[in-house]
């Protein structure tokens, strides 16, 4: 069974730091790993990473897939309030079917 | 920016009766997902549809469960008499263009179905 875990289930910071999101997976025929964010309703995409120690790099976000430890992780510095929000992580297995985590919910606190 | 709407975005049904859950992809994707979150749970898979058939369903997606692209534009999720543990938000989801099967799924805001 395909399995994906997010930690830290959830952070409180303060304006101005830095975060460090983790995922790590299980999954047979990996293709890729998506991060989304999650505010109020439809997770919005953040980052899909393929190939291992490339940086994807957004403004303040950024991500790195590790293939060889099944593990990614998503920074985001200088928080703002507006990064409060849930953070979820997904592989995709095969062409298809995507497994995600639980997710970690950030709150950040001015 | 181009966006995958659905409706209704606030469905409440009877227990047992049927409900259709409507779904209007990204015009130019190509394949469609039907996803579920229980309140307080992580979003969990439900079917991918492409070329007009199902290509890859979990084991949630059973025969109480079935979809439909009756047109060009629509995508439809319909469940058949419901229970109350299908009370969840249903995303739906596209990605798109000849690879759109390793592209980013980009998400509707959800119908939220309640079931009493």
């Known amino acids: 069974e395909d399995k994906v875990v997010q930690s830290p289930l959830s952070l409180v910071v303060h304006e101005g730091d830095t975060v460090t999101l983790n995922c790590s997976y299980e999954?047979?025929?990996?293709?890729?790993l998506l991060w989304y964010k999650q505010e109020k309703k439809a997770p919005t995409f953040l980052f899909m990473l393929t190939s291992s120690g490339i940086e994807k790099k957004s403004g303040r976000l950024s991500s790195i897939l590790d293939k060889k430890e099944l593990f990614s992780i998503l920074n985001i510095t200088a928080t703002q309030t507006g990064d409060s929000a849930i953070y979820l992580c997904a592989v995709r297995r095969g062409y298809q079917k995507v497994t995600f985590g639980t997710g970690t919910k950030l709150q950040v606190i001015p | 920016e181009p966006e995958v709407t659905q409706t209704p975005s606030h469905q409440v049904t009877q227990m047992g009766q049927e409900v259709i859950l409507r779904c209007v992809p990204i015009?130019?994707?190509?394949?469609f997902y039907w996803y579920r979150q229980i309140l307080g749970q992580k979003v969990e898979f439900l079917v991918s549809f492409y070329n007009n058939e199902i290509s890859e369903k979990s084991e949630i997606f059973d025969d109480q469960f079935s979809v439909e692209r009756p047109d060009g534009s629509n995508f439809t999720l319909k469940i058949r008499s419901t229970k109350l543990e299908d009370s969840a938000m249903y995303f739906c989801?596209?990605?798109?263009?000849?690879?759109?099967?390793?592209?980013?799924?980009?998400f509707g805001d959800g119908t939220r179905l309640s079931i009493l």
């Open positions: 015009s130019n994707h190509l394949y």
């Open positions: 999954v047979t025929n990996f293709r890729s």
């Open positions: 989801a596209s990605s798109g263009g000849v690879m759109g099967q390793n592209q980013p799924q980009h």
